[in-house]
């Protein structure tokens, strides 16, 4: 599978965004997919996931209450809603996908600029 981020953009702290990631091919729906994002100098960290149904999802505990993923299947999109946007949260986001009978995310989007004013 194939993912292409978007969304990203400078907001005012306290705002928010919606990241998109679509994805291409058929088999969309066997992939949990991801969250993560890197901040200048800093390694590239988790943010959320959601699992293959969109049942079951998980958050890094510094987004937790302020983002939420979520997943169209119909749509081959998953989404980052993210509110309470804080100067911290500035990074590149990036999505990821891993197929059903893994734990290691191998497909990787080009990332979405997110940058967050004080």
């Known amino acids: 599978v194939q993912l292409q981020a978007s969304g990203g953009g400078l907001v005012q702290a306290g705002g928010s965004l919606r990241l998109s990631c679509a994805a291409s091919?058929?088999?969309?729906?066997?992939?949990?997919l991801g969250w993560f994002r890197q901040a200048p100098g800093k390694e590239r960290e988790f943010v959320a996931a959601i699992s293959v149904s969109g049942g079951s999802t998980n958050y890094a505990d510094s987004v937790k209450g302020r983002f939420i993923i979520s997943r169209d299947n119909a749509k081959n999109t998953v989404y980052l809603q993210m509110n309470s946007l804080k100067p911290e949260d500035t990074a590149v986001y990036y999505c990821a996908a891993r197929y059903i009978t893994t734990a290691k995310y191998n497909n990787w989007g080009q990332g979405t600029q997110v940058t967050v004013s004080s």
């Open positions: 091919g058929r088999t969309f729906s066997t992939y949990g």
